[in-house]
């Protein structure tokens, strides 16, 4: 993840909106040309304890929590680990196993395309 110069390209999460103002739920990363998907992200989740404490000014400032938390790209694990351990992670993360989950949405774009052609 760096650039010719040196300097490291960093993802940016941004979520688009839609038509009206509705935002979507679906967040994207735009990546440069010259750059590939990152593989794994990391990400603080941050929450408020309750506390304050002083800031530089004296004023109360709120003390938050952070846990750090790292999301895989399925598709590199997908293309690296035995089918066992792909879906167990799958499993662990409440998807179904790759095959059965592959199954279920070729049933599902079977009914639209029945839908479609009797409508």
Same mark, same amino acid.
């Given at each position: ?6 300097l490291?390209?960093?993802p ?7 038509? $009206?103002?509705v ?6 990363? *735009? @990546? &440069? ?5 990152? /593989?794994?992200l990391f ?6 304890? $309750? ?8 004023e *109360? @400032? &709120? ?5 750090? /938390?790292?999301?895989?790209d399925?598709?590199?694990l997908?293309?690296n ?20 989950a592959?199954?279920s ?15």
């Amino acid at each position: 993840m760096s650039t010719e110069n040196g300097l490291h390209w960093v993802p940016e999460i941004c979520y688009e909106e839609a038509e $009206g103002g509705v935002t979507s739920q679906i967040p994207f990363i *735009e @990546v &440069p040309f010259a750059e590939e998907m990152p /593989h794994i992200l990391f990400m603080f989740e941050t929450r408020e304890t $309750g506390e304050f404490e002083p800031g530089l000014d004296g004023e *109360e @400032v &709120p003390v938050f929590d952070m846990d750090l /938390h790292q999301y895989a790209d399925m598709n590199v694990l997908r293309d690296n680990l035995p089918t066992e351990i792909y879906d167990t992670i799958r499993q662990c993360l409440g998807l179904k196993p790759l095959a059965e989950a592959t199954a279920s949405g070729i049933k599902i774009t079977e009914k639209i395309r029945e839908n479609l052609t009797t409508s």
